[in-house]
Protein backbone atom coordinates (compact mmCIF):
# COMPACT_ATOMS: atom_id res chain seq x y z
CA UNK A 1 0.00 0.00 0.00
CA UNK A 2 2.62 2.36 0.83
CA UNK A 3 4.30 1.84 -2.90
CA UNK A 4 0.82 2.76 -4.53
CA UNK A 5 0.57 6.19 -2.06
CA UNK A 6 3.95 7.08 -3.12
CA UNK A 7 3.31 6.20 -6.60
CA UNK A 8 -0.29 8.95 -6.89
CA UNK A 9 1.83 11.26 -5.10
CA UNK A 10 4.92 10.82 -7.96
CA UNK A 11 1.87 10.66 -10.53
CA UNK A 12 0.94 14.73 -8.97
CA UNK A 13 4.25 15.53 -8.91
CA UNK A 14 5.04 14.54 -12.93
CA UNK A 15 1.64 16.14 -13.85
CA UNK A 16 2.71 19.71 -12.43
CA UNK A 17 5.86 19.64 -14.29
CA UNK A 18 4.38 17.84 -17.32
CA UNK A 19 2.09 21.47 -17.45
CA UNK A 20 5.22 23.27 -18.03
CA UNK A 21 5.33 25.65 -15.52
CA UNK A 22 5.68 25.71 -11.79
CA UNK A 23 3.02 27.45 -8.88
CA UNK A 24 4.82 30.45 -8.69
CA UNK A 25 5.00 30.66 -13.05
CA UNK A 26 1.42 29.69 -13.06
CA UNK A 27 0.55 32.88 -10.28
CA UNK A 28 2.67 34.76 -12.85
CA UNK A 29 0.64 34.43 -15.60
CA UNK A 30 -2.54 34.91 -13.72
CA UNK A 31 -1.77 38.07 -12.58
CA UNK A 32 -0.57 39.27 -15.97
CA UNK A 33 -4.15 38.17 -17.45
CA UNK A 34 -5.80 39.94 -15.24
CA UNK A 35 -3.85 42.89 -15.96
CA UNK A 36 -4.26 42.67 -19.58
CA UNK A 37 -7.80 42.38 -18.81
CA UNK A 38 -8.05 45.54 -17.06
CA UNK A 39 -6.27 47.53 -19.39
CA UNK A 40 -8.41 46.18 -22.40
CA UNK A 41 -11.30 47.07 -19.80
CA UNK A 42 -10.06 50.63 -20.01
CA UNK A 43 -9.19 50.97 -23.29
CA UNK A 44 -13.02 49.97 -24.08
CA UNK A 45 -14.36 52.34 -21.57
CA UNK A 46 -12.18 54.92 -22.47
CA UNK A 47 -13.42 54.57 -26.35
CA UNK A 48 -16.79 54.02 -25.05
CA UNK A 49 -16.74 56.86 -23.08
CA UNK A 50 -15.10 59.40 -26.08
CA UNK A 51 -17.83 58.17 -28.53
CA UNK A 52 -20.70 58.82 -26.21
CA UNK A 53 -19.13 62.18 -25.48
CA UNK A 54 -18.75 62.65 -29.58
CA UNK A 55 -22.24 61.53 -29.59
CA UNK A 56 -23.17 64.61 -26.97
CA UNK A 57 -21.73 67.16 -28.43
CA UNK A 58 -22.85 65.61 -32.22
CA UNK A 59 -26.55 66.05 -30.63
CA UNK A 60 -25.77 70.10 -29.26
CA UNK A 61 -24.49 70.68 -32.76
CA UNK A 62 -27.75 69.70 -33.99
CA UNK A 63 -30.05 71.77 -32.40
CA UNK A 64 -31.24 74.94 -33.04
CA UNK A 65 -30.61 78.56 -31.06
CA UNK A 66 -31.08 79.20 -28.53
CA UNK A 67 -31.22 75.83 -27.53
CA UNK A 68 -27.44 74.83 -28.84
CA UNK A 69 -25.79 77.94 -27.03
CA UNK A 70 -27.64 76.81 -23.63
CA UNK A 71 -26.11 73.15 -23.94
CA UNK A 72 -22.60 74.01 -25.13
CA UNK A 73 -22.27 76.20 -21.77
CA UNK A 74 -23.89 73.51 -19.90
CA UNK A 75 -21.82 71.05 -21.72
CA UNK A 76 -18.46 73.06 -19.88
CA UNK A 77 -20.41 74.09 -17.06
CA UNK A 78 -20.86 70.12 -15.93
CA UNK A 79 -17.92 69.11 -17.48
CA UNK A 80 -15.63 71.81 -15.36
CA UNK A 81 -17.48 71.39 -12.31
CA UNK A 82 -18.24 67.61 -12.21
CA UNK A 83 -15.28 65.80 -14.34
CA UNK A 84 -16.21 62.44 -12.85
CA UNK A 85 -19.72 62.74 -14.12
CA UNK A 86 -19.19 61.52 -18.39
CA UNK A 87 -21.66 62.74 -20.83
CA UNK A 88 -23.99 60.52 -22.89
CA UNK A 89 -26.77 60.66 -24.66
CA UNK A 90 -30.14 60.00 -22.48
CA UNK A 91 -33.04 59.34 -24.39
CA UNK A 92 -31.64 61.19 -27.26
CA UNK A 93 -30.36 64.23 -24.98
CA UNK A 94 -27.12 65.35 -23.35
CA UNK A 95 -27.23 64.08 -19.68
CA UNK A 96 -24.06 63.19 -17.57
CA UNK A 97 -23.75 60.01 -15.38
CA UNK A 98 -21.50 58.81 -12.61
CA UNK A 99 -20.71 54.69 -12.70
CA UNK A 100 -23.66 54.95 -15.94
CA UNK A 101 -26.07 56.07 -14.31
CA UNK A 102 -27.54 59.39 -15.17
CA UNK A 103 -27.11 62.11 -12.26
CA UNK A 104 -28.54 64.85 -14.51
CA UNK A 105 -29.62 65.88 -18.24
CA UNK A 106 -30.71 68.55 -20.08
CA UNK A 107 -33.55 68.78 -22.66
CA UNK A 108 -34.14 71.26 -25.94
CA UNK A 109 -37.25 72.63 -25.85
CA UNK A 110 -37.23 72.80 -29.68
CA UNK A 111 -36.84 69.40 -29.71
CA UNK A 112 -39.17 68.45 -27.27
CA UNK A 113 -41.87 71.37 -28.75
CA UNK A 114 -42.18 72.71 -25.60
CA UNK A 115 -41.64 76.66 -25.07
CA UNK A 116 -38.74 76.35 -22.89
CA UNK A 117 -35.52 73.72 -22.21
CA UNK A 118 -35.05 71.60 -19.34
CA UNK A 119 -32.16 71.03 -17.23
CA UNK A 120 -32.83 68.07 -14.75
CA UNK A 121 -31.47 65.85 -11.95
CA UNK A 122 -32.20 62.09 -11.44
CA UNK A 123 -32.65 60.26 -8.46
CA UNK A 124 -29.14 59.54 -8.60
CA UNK A 125 -28.19 62.78 -7.37
CA UNK A 126 -27.61 63.97 -3.71
CA UNK A 127 -29.93 66.86 -3.21
CA UNK A 128 -32.33 65.82 -0.77
CA UNK A 129 -33.29 68.27 1.78
CA UNK A 130 -34.32 68.19 5.22
CA UNK A 131 -37.97 69.54 5.28
CA UNK A 132 -38.27 66.84 1.75
CA UNK A 133 -38.92 68.90 -0.42
CA UNK A 134 -36.13 70.07 -3.29
CA UNK A 135 -36.39 70.86 -7.11
CA UNK A 136 -35.19 68.58 -9.18
CA UNK A 137 -35.88 70.20 -12.59
CA UNK A 138 -35.77 73.87 -13.88
CA UNK A 139 -36.89 75.74 -17.09
CA UNK A 140 -34.25 76.68 -19.07
CA UNK A 141 -34.26 79.57 -21.82
CA UNK A 142 -31.10 81.30 -21.20
CA UNK A 143 -28.01 80.76 -19.33
CA UNK A 144 -27.19 83.80 -16.87
CA UNK A 145 -24.65 84.40 -14.73
CA UNK A 146 -26.65 83.96 -11.60
CA UNK A 147 -28.01 80.60 -13.52
CA UNK A 148 -24.63 79.41 -13.87
CA UNK A 149 -23.68 80.28 -10.32
CA UNK A 150 -27.01 78.41 -9.00
CA UNK A 151 -26.15 74.99 -11.82
CA UNK A 152 -22.49 75.11 -10.09
CA UNK A 153 -23.76 75.17 -7.24
CA UNK A 154 -26.44 72.39 -7.49
CA UNK A 155 -24.04 70.20 -9.28
CA UNK A 156 -21.13 70.17 -6.47
CA UNK A 157 -24.24 69.51 -4.24
CA UNK A 158 -25.63 66.62 -6.39
CA UNK A 159 -22.23 64.60 -6.17
CA UNK A 160 -22.17 64.33 -2.68
Known amino acids: MSTTSKASKVGKQSKSSDEGFSEV ?11 LKSEARRSKSANKAAADEKDVLAKIAEMGQPDRKVAERLHAIITETAPELAPKLWYGQ ?5 GGKVVCFFRSGKVDKERYSSFGFTTEAKLDE ?16 KGEATIKKLLKKAMG
Not at 25 to 35: H, M, N, V
Open 25 to 35: ERAAIKDRAAE
Open 130 to 145: DHGLWPTSFALTELSD
Open 94 to 98: PAYAR
